[in-house]
């Protein structure tokens, strides 16, 4: 099979991370082969050095012909990059705001699993990371707050600042059907998480929701309040299946779940739209703190460059092969410094970014 793919390095770790998830693809093609065609696009501060803004009409253009498009971090320090002076539209996550809106990219699938070779790195109570988990968060990603209208302006003499969140029905339910769909293939349990005790927003997910839930009579559906469900994160991760979410809840709930798996660098992600394209990119950021010292996790990079050949690709036996090559590589004790335990790490070896990237590779047979 031909593989058309766009990559976007980024900035911060984004260039190393991807670097690494384009080794283990190009393992991947040569064993079961498939032909990758890549093609690097700028998104993000590199974009901006460059054009002086984000996201060029024809880096969109790039991402739209390819079947799917890998992506790294993209940001800098938001306190001393010289891209936060700039205004809001033009810094680097607009970039990414806009890509995913041009593409349509509403549904956002972030995977959390506790692999039980990181359980102890795992910042809970043991008698809690014992149970292990395994959830998928389904963030509905192009509504909400992040895409409402937004304004700051001077009412009686002081600063106003004003972000609105709007959803419609239509693009409730999409997200919903996505969820429903999914847990079907899982552990059947959507928990639907809202704020209907304040938000209009969240009473209308809710009932839409639940309109969604009666054709699937075989998946059971729970409804949490956000401020639960970032307590139940971290109280009992092991009742969640399926977590349904908009926009904003996602982002932060999936920051959380991602550190309980152990470490942010573990967390996958994939963004898609109706057809089988996709966007694909580790959860966490661009880690500029650590940019160009080779010590970031390659992994969540490289699970989501599976769930790219699972999801876009449909190449599931191709996807197993890189999850199975991570969780062996785990198994045998190779950590990046982000997972390293620090106590009873006698027996883990430490490794770099370039040298996770080239085991994993070498564990793909
Ligand atoms: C994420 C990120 C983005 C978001 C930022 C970079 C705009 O935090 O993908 O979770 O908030 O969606
Ligand atoms: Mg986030």
Redesign the pocket.
């Known amino acids: 099979m031909k593989l058309k793919i766009t990559c976007i390095p980024g900035d911060g770790i984004g260039p190393e991370i991807v670097t690494e998830a384009k080794k283990v693809l190009d393992k991947v093609a040569k064993v079961y082969g498939h032909e990758i065609e890549y093609k690097d696009i700028l998104m993000g501060g590199c974009s901006i050095d460059v054009h002086g803004v984000p996201l060029t009409d024809e880096a969109i253009a790039d991402a739209k012909a390819a079947d799917a498009v890998l992506m790294g971090s993209?940001?800098g320090n938001t306190s001393t990059s010289p891209w936060y002076k700039l205004e809001p539209g033009l810094r680097p996550?607009a970039g990414?705001?806009k890509l995913r809106k041009a593409l349509n990219l509403f549904a956002?699938l972030r995977p959390a699993y506790l692999y039980p070779e990181l359980k102890s790195a795992c910042p809970l109570k043991e008698s809690t990371s014992d149970k292990g988990f395994d959830m998928l968060i389904m963030r509905e990603?192009t509504g909400g707050l992040?895409f409402g209208d937004r304004f700051t302006k001077e009412v009686d003499g002081e600063l106003v600042a004003t972000d609105t969140l709007v959803y419609k029905e239509s693009e409730i339910k999409r997200i919903a059907i996505r969820a429903f769909d999914v847990a079907r293939k899982r552990r059947k349990s959507v928990i639907s998480v809202d704020k209907a005790n304040v938000l209009d927003s969240s009473r209308l997910w809710r009932k839409v929701v639940e309109e969604v839930a009666k054709d699937y009579p075989d998946v059971t559906l729970e409804h949490m309040l956000v401020d639960n469900c970032a307590m139940q994160l971290v109280k009992d991760p092991s009742q969640f299946d399926v977590v349904l979410t908009e926009?904003m809840f996602g982002?932060i709930l999936?920051?959380e779940a991602s550190m309980i798996t152990g470490s942010i660098g573990m967390l996958s992600?994939a963004s898609l739209n109706d057809t089988s394209f996709g966007l694909y990119?580790p959860?966490h950021?661009s880690a500029p703190d650590i940019a160009g010292q080779n010590k970031a996790n390659p992994i969540a990079t490289i699970l989501s460059a599976a769930m790219m050949l699972r999801y876009s690709f449909n190449l599931d036996k191709e996807a197993d092969a890189i999850e199975g090559a991570v969780r062996e590589v785990l198994g045998d004790n190779y950590r990046t410094v982000d997972i390293m335990p620090k106590e009873n790490a006698d027996n883990l070896k430490l490794c770099t970014c370039t040298e996770m990237g080239d085991i994993i590779t070498e564990y793909i047979k």
């Open positions: 993209i940001g996550e990414l705001l956002n990603l992040y926009n982002d999936s920051d992600s990119e959860s950021g």
